[in-house]
């Protein structure tokens, strides 16, 4: 068993103490009445560029992506750098889809993407589809960050057993639960900017330190064995590796910003023109990701796994334990407690966010729509103040009780499950040709079929889909929302013959997507 | 199917856009850039291609903002 590290320790909690106290003290920044929902659940739509920058990045670049990504490079070798790719490929979405669901949004009060749904096509139920993939989707993502702050806990010492060992973990949780309650999505927003801050600070020195110490790239890479090193060359009448990594990255791109957390920090900004702007600057986390991909290679060449004093947490935590092994390898004391704290925080943030946008989905979507249909304000607030207290204890209370590689396979399910959303809230921003119950049909259709791929495949992300004897493997959640799409275009001109013209039920105009 | 904006500005700014599809798609071909060599500080092809790939994204969408801007 380790021992406890106290000035890492020390400085993990004062850095912690002070992000608490910004929580609450954010309630105050850019004043708003926080008994209305949009001033909670998207910040009064007052963040301007800069804090976009932070929130977004903050919001996409979490805990789990710094733990996880270098843990599969470490594991698995050069087919984590999807992540590269994947990063590369959302800009140009982010640029041209959602200023015009921006816009439509602020100018129709929507805060979630059901509400737009609801108004573009007019259909509960498809509102509701929406609503509750994106509910679904986003919880088994809260329950991971949470592995993310357990990770660093469990480097820095703090260890025990039974309750004393989960405590920490629930303190940190209560303190999230409390600022987020409070302050709502301003909360987030203002530790993003120190979360970030200290990320790309450990990043950089992580960069620059480990090469120093290990004698150059040169000497890492030539440590890492030649099958981790590039991706394996696929054999003859088979794209392997090669379909696999570019589906993954394109697959993971569509569906990213289709999170109803995305959503909600995008529809915080001022205006279209902020998340223009940072279509253009966000790229700089895309290059600290694949910095840390590359750093989980450093710790192949390091050779930590193989050291006892890093055994204990390599056997508890698996390849999560890579990026704290090798910083607790290569850095003074009170820089492991910067390091570390960053990653820690860097959990609470996006699950703040998503347990608002979880909160939001439930207040519009479920609760106004079906069960109390005239809510005041405040009432509007107070259950979504509730709820998102709810989907964070629900989270919790699942890290706590239930295996993680649960958690880890309910998220891969979820990028499947979200994907499917993208008919009606990306190509919606452009069209309404789309009949909605065709939308509704082939998201079923894109639903059920991706979770039969992936319980085929055991839960893998790839799928062997082979054509005319060419294998194809490839991401489900991209395969299956091209069959989605297909059911769509199809069903549409059939349904619009049989049940009559849609285009009266759509409360939005042309004019409200300009930018 | 875009929304008709009506000035004939946007149509003519609209052509800068297929800009950025042609970045995104050079990233999709691994075949490509798949190898070790030539290396860059010691760092594998593999790795200082895509690295460099986020920063000449990065500057085409900024490109794109610039030019696309309502003046």
Not at chain 1, 203 to 218: D, H
Not at chain 1, 309 to 319: H, R, V
Request: with cysteine; hydrophobic share 55%.
């Amino acid at each position: 068993m380790p021992q406890v590290n106290w000035i890492a320790l020390c400085v993990f909690v004062l850095l912690f103490a002070f992000i608490t106290w910004l929580g609450f003290a954010a309630a105050r920044w850019r004043k708003g009445d926080l008994d209305q929902l949009h001033e909670w659940g998207l910040g009064g739509r007052r963040f301007g560029t800069v804090v976009t920058w932070f929130l977004v990045g903050g919001d996409i670049y979490t805990a789990y992506t710094f733990i996880a990504v270098p843990a599969l490079a470490f594991g698995a070798g050069a087919v984590a750098f999807f992540a590269v790719p994947y990063t590369i490929l959302i800009y140009p979405l982010l640029f041209l889809v959602f200023p015009r669901l921006w816009s439509v949004c602020h100018k129709h009060g929507y805060i979630t993407a059901g509400d737009f749904v609801r108004g573009r096509f007019g259909n509960r139920w498809l509102a509701l589809a929406v609503t509750l993939t994106g509910i679904i989707a986003t919880l088994p993502y809260i329950a991971l960050q949470l592995v993310g702050i357990q990770v660093v806990v469990g480097a820095l010492g703090v260890t025990g057993s039974g309750l004393a060992a989960d405590l920490p973990l629930i303190i940190a949780f209560a303190v999230l639960a409390a600022f987020t309650y409070s302050s709502g999505l301003r909360a987030p927003a203002s530790i993003a900017i120190v979360k970030d801050a200290l990320i790309y600070v450990a990043t950089f020195a992580i960069i620059i330190v480990v090469p120093w110490k290990l004698g150059g790239f040169g000497k890492i890479f030539a440590a890492v064995p030649p099958h981790k090193l590039l991706l394996a060359v696929p054999g003859p009448n088979s794209a392997g590796s090669y379909s696999a990594y570019a589906t993954l990255a394109l697959g993971s791109a569509l569906a990213l910003f289709l999170y109803p957390h995305s959503l909600t920090a995008i529809l915080s900004a001022s205006s279209g023109r902020a998340i223009r702007r940072n279509a253009a600057i966000l790229p700089g986390y895309s290059f600290m990701l694949g910095l840390l991909a590359m750093v989980g290679l450093f710790v192949i060449a390091a050779g930590v796994s193989d050291l006892p004093q890093y055994a204990w947490g390599f056997k508890t935590f698996k390849n999560n334990f890579a990026v704290p092994a090798l910083i607790l390898h290569t850095f003074p004391s009170w820089f492991v407690g910067v390091a570390f704290a960053a990653i820690a925080i860097g959990a609470l943030v996006p699950a703040a966010i998503m347990s608002i946008a979880v909160a939001n989905l439930y207040t519009r979507n479920i609760h106004r729509e079906f069960i109390n249909r005239q809510p005041t304000d405040k009432q509007e607030a107070q259950m979504a103040k509730w709820v998102s207290l709810v989907a964070k204890v629900g989270a919790l209370v699942f890290i706590l009780f239930v295996p993680t590689k649960y958690a880890i396979q309910l998220q891969l399910l979820g990028g499947i499950w979200i994907i499917q959303t993208l008919p009606a809230v990306m190509l919606g921003a452009y069209t309404r040709w789309f009949n909605d119950w065709a939308l509704l049909l082939g998201w079923a259709v894109g639903t059920f079929a991706g979770t039969a791929m992936a319980v085929a495949t055991h839960l893998s992300s790839t799928y062997p889909l082979s054509l005319g004897g060419y294998q194809l493997p490839g991401y489900s959640a991209l395969y299956t929302v091209v069959l989605n799409l297909a059911v769509v275009i199809v069903l549409t001109p059939l349904f619009n013959a049989l049940g009559g013209r849609q285009g009266a039920r759509d409360e939005t105009l042309p004019a409200d997507y300009g930018v | 199917m875009p929304a008709q904006n009506g000035a004939p500005n946007e149509r003519r700014n609209r052509s800068w856009w297929y800009l950025l599809f042609l970045v995104q798609f050079g990233i999709l071909w691994p075949p490509f850039y798949n190898k070790a060599a030539p290396a860059l500080l010691g760092i594998p092809f593999f790795y200082w291609f895509q690295l460099l790939w986020v920063i000449v994204c990065a500057l085409v969408t900024g490109a794109v903002y610039v030019l696309t801007r309502r003046q």
